[in-house]
């Protein structure tokens, strides 16, 4: 008697801290454990039922992990080839200019074969969102190296570690997007912990309640873990994130509006 008294009363509307935001489909999603990209999809489903946008949201994620976002999202999506999705996004923008559109990408994706559409529609600066969803590794393909893959880091095509005299430096794609006069707001975010996760938050509401001032492209680098590319468990990979990722990738602002 006392357990079910106990019970009804936690769940009394005053006592609840979290609800799942209505945003979010109750399919379940087929990310890997301690993966970044289900809080991340929350967190955006979450800052557009606060600001009341459903019905004027326009997402568009290309191949990769997140190439079932749209199974989430109780809102319209669109598939987009290998890279393309920013010159998808362009076209929805430019057709229904008063919708928010974003598109969603990894790191394979968005610096790699979509680096010519990422350059060129921050260079233009069409106004949308881009997320960028930065695990240093291809961690649909294999864990084959990426362009943000660290020096040294392991991966099923660099055993030993990148060398940058065989293969480059890695590629900070948000520092390089900052640059150009398209960009109006470029942030670099985390989503491993509460903290970063409310900072992420704030990051996105402002993205979006920035897009109707037309002033150019948000740019938001979440900084991920992916503990099945890396070979670990989702403790080790926080960690080794930590360690290492938020070093080269530092975490912060890197571009805000002057306005």
């Not at 005053?14 to 087929?30: G, S």
């Amino acid at each position: 008697m006392a357990e079910n008294v106990l019970n009804k009363e936690m769940i009394k509307p005053e006592n609840l801290v979290y609800t799942k935001t209505k945003v979010l489909t109750d399919n379940v999603m087929h990310y890997c454990p301690g993966c970044g990209h289900s809080t991340t999809h929350r967190v955006i489903a979450e800052v557009v039922e606060e600001l009341g946008i459903q019905s004027e949201v326009l997402g568009v994620a290309p191949v990769g992990c997140s190439v079932f976002m749209y199974n989430y999202m109780d809102f319209d999506m669109q598939e987009a080839a290998h890279g393309r999705a920013p010159a998808v996004a362009t076209g929805i923008k430019r057709l229904w200019p008063d919708k928010y559109v974003f598109s969603y990408q990894g790191d394979g994706d968005l610096a790699a074969i979509g680096t010519a559409e990422t350059i060129h529609a921050c260079n233009r600066g069409e106004n949308i969102v881009m997320f960028f969803i930065n695990n240093g590794i291809y961690g649909m393909t294999g864990g084959q190296m990426a362009p943000t893959t660290l020096e040294g880091m392991k991966s099923s095509t660099t055993p030993y570690g990148r060398d940058w005299m065989q293969m480059g430096h890695p590629l900070k794609i948000t520092e390089l997007v900052a640059s150009l006069p398209g960009t109006y707001y470029v942030t670099r975010q985390a989503v491993h912990t509460p903290a970063y996760v409310r900072k992420l938050k704030r990051a996105v509401r402002k993205a979006f309640e920035y897009q109707p001032k037309k002033k150019g492209v948000s740019f938001i680098e979440v900084v991920s873990n992916c503990n099945s590319g890396w070979k670990m468990t989702p403790v080790q990979s926080i960690k080794w994130l930590d360690e290492n990722m938020l070093d080269f990738y530092p975490l912060g602002d890197i571009k805000v509006p002057e306005d």
